[in-house]
């Protein structure tokens, strides 16, 4: 079945980063187009950014763009999301989604906190 498994949450100070990864199993990863999405406390998901199956396309929300960078490597079935300039807006359960959008097979999550 479909396995999703992120890393590299923690803490951050305004300004930081933190990169995350996501472990792909149990699908043909290289077919899939994948997303980044979030939910901060008492909101709801929020699209981050996706990348379809080959890299070819790339997008980003608003909110991270020039901030975050999406990227994956086929050959290992990986996902990662770098985010620098994190501020505190930024805080949320991050997931990694299978697909292009906030509503495919998803991990549990990792949390980033950003705080002084």
């Known amino acids: 079945q479909v396995q999703l498994v992120e890393s590299g949450g923690g803490l951050a100070h305004p300004g930081g980063s933190l990169r995350l990864s996501c472990a792909a199993s149990?699908?043909?990863?290289?077919?899939?187009?994948m997303s980044w999405v979030r939910q901060a406390p008492g909101k709801g998901l929020e699209w981050v950014s996706g990348?379809?199956?080959?890299?070819?396309?790339?997008g980003y929300a608003d909110s991270v763009k020039g901030r975050f960078t999406i990227f994956r490597d086929n050959a290992k079935n990986t996902l990662t999301l770098q985010m620098n300039s994190l501020k505190p807006e930024d805080t949320a359960l991050y997931y990694c989604?299978?697909?292009?959008?906030?509503?495919?097979?998803r991990g549990q999550g990792t949390q980033v906190t950003v705080s002084s």
């Open positions: 989604v299978r697909g292009w959008g906030l509503f495919g097979s």
């Open positions: 149990g699908f043909t990863f290289s077919s899939s187009s």
């Open positions: 990348i379809r199956h080959d890299g070819s396309g790339i």
